[in-house]
């Protein structure tokens, strides 16, 4: 198993621009989550799904959409790039189900850097 | 909305020395309290977890403590290396449906030789 993919590993935007971060599981997890990290912080969700077709905001969602067409992928969409989305973005999933249904796997991350 | 907090910012500990970082979260329906060990330019990776049902949890060097009426949980490294030198993240998901975790701030671990 992969676990979670992500791509692009870095990109550079800018400003006004828009763009989508991939993100793939194969360990058909229904639970999937998108969090952003800023320099020397902890992780913000900006966004989650609990099974395909359904999504819900986190903490952090202005400036972002996402979709669930498929149990595997879960994609994040900045619309119109600005400078404070410059971040790193994690993907996360979880299984939902079980003794470890709570317990996230995380995606190597995109660094995303908006000029 | 559920918030936590987590401290010490910083830590720096002799090799061979115990490390404690310290977790208070707000919602009293929190119910899992995840740590994560995350190094320089990597992902974070789970290192052990507690649930409500269970006061201490410890996996080698490793344990975590839950104290529910306080509400905060602590997570206690023995024995430090150098490698256990990275950033700790505490977390707590409340009881729904969705296991959203709330991470607290982080605390960056150096372990001296």
């Known amino acids: 198993n992969a676990g979670v993919t992500q791509t692009p590993k870095f990109r550079i935007l800018k400003i006004g621009q828009s763009m989508t971060l991939q993100c793939a599981q194969d360990m058909n997890h229904n639970y999937m989550y998108w969090y952003r990290q800023d320099p020397g912080m902890g992780l913000k969700l900006i966004y989650y799904?609990?099974?395909?077709?359904?999504?819900d905001k986190g903490e952090v969602p202005n400036g972002y959409n996402v979709s669930r067409s498929t149990t595997e992928d879960f994609p994040l969409r900045l619309e119109l790039a600005a400078p404070s989305q410059t971040s790193v973005y994690f993907c996360a999933s979880s299984s939902g189900t079980g003794r470890k249904r709570d317990e996230q796997f995380f995606g190597p991350g995109t660094r995303l850097t908006v000029l | 909305g559920e918030n936590v907090e987590q401290h010490p910012s910083t830590l720096s500990v002799q090799e061979g020395d115990s490390a404690v970082i310290k977790c208070t979260y707000s919602?009293?329906?929190?119910?899992?309290f995840p740590w994560y060990k995350q190094e320089l330019g990597k992902r974070p990776q789970l290192i052990i977890d507690i649930r409500s049902n269970v006061g201490e949890k410890k996996d080698q060097r490793i344990a975590v403590t839950l104290n529910k009426t306080a509400k905060h949980f602590s997570l206690h490294i023995t024995e430090t290396q150098p490698e256990d030198s990275a950033v700790y993240f505490c977390a707590a998901s409340r009881v729904d449906s969705s296991y959203k975790l709330i991470f607290g701030s982080g605390t960056r671990l150096l372990v001296r030789p």
């Open positions: 799904s609990v099974g395909a077709g359904i999504t």
């Open positions: 919602d009293s329906a929190s119910n899992y």
